[in-house]
């Protein structure tokens, strides 16, 4: 098949209404996506990783101080032809509706969604392939988050210790929330629902959702403690999402206009 090009590229939805309530050492002041990764809003980091890759349409599903958002929207200079509109979809609305409140915007095509407090090293066209290659509604990035412990190995009498391993990889495969969806899904989310709930389980059940595997960098910044290891990260230069110099000089002039 040949390469996508960017002008192939769907539109992204990004949910950012949410309150943010494990952050809340932030979240009083702020809405969690203008938390800050070094010294930028991470949601600033996710449009970039997106942009970075072809992308130019945003559409950002605003709620809890959303005011903010906009005045963030409207302060930065983006990367030559990237557009992004806030849209209010509510104070307490849930995530499948927030995505059906974008609909006419999307305006019936095929679109990407993303929340606004996630990071991936994500090849997003990559992503984009298996989802038309599959001819499904719904496709879903699942991830195998490394564990908050380290474990201990047992032998097969269950009490002997053979060792230890530093935070593991999950056996389980989890939402890596790095969407694509086909008009038709949003069928599926009536204006009431929870995307990762009724939703996702309903597409599940009629056999029209796929799982894109990435087994990469990934992290949500739930907490404090997410927060200050993607601070250390971008501050150590040492941070994936970036993508080197696949973000370029329109990323750095991006950040400048938005201080």
Known sequence: ???????????????????????????????????????????????????????????????????????????????????VLCVDTGLDTPTGGRLKL????????????????????????????????????????????????????????GETVLGFTEKPRSEHWINGGFFCFEPQALTYMPLDSVLEREPLRRLAADGRLRAYKHGGFWECMDTYKDAVLLNDLWAGGAAPWRGGDQVGVAAVASERSCK
Do not use: N
């Open 1 to 83: 098949m040949p390469a996508m090009s960017d002008q192939d590229r769907p539109p992204v939805a990004i949910l950012c209404g949410g309150r943010g309530t494990r952050l809340q050492e932030h979240t009083r002041e702020i809405p969690k996506p203008l938390v800050e990764i070094g010294g930028m809003p991470i949601l600033w980091h996710v449009i970039e990783l997106y942009a970075a890759q072809g992308f130019t349409r945003f559409l950002l599903a605003t709620g809890y101080k959303g005011a903010l958002i906009e005045e963030l929207v409207a302060r930065c200079e983006w990367p030559d032809g990237v557009e």
């Open 102 to 157: 974008l609909e006419r915007h999307i305006g019936g095509v095929r679109f990407c969604a993303t929340y606004a407090d996630g990071l991936a090293d994500i090849d997003l066209g990559g992503l984009l392939r298996f989802h038309e290659e599959h001819g499904v509604p719904a496709t879903m990035t699942v991830v195998r988050p490394e564990l908050q412990f380290g474990v201990a190995d047992l032998a097969q009498d």
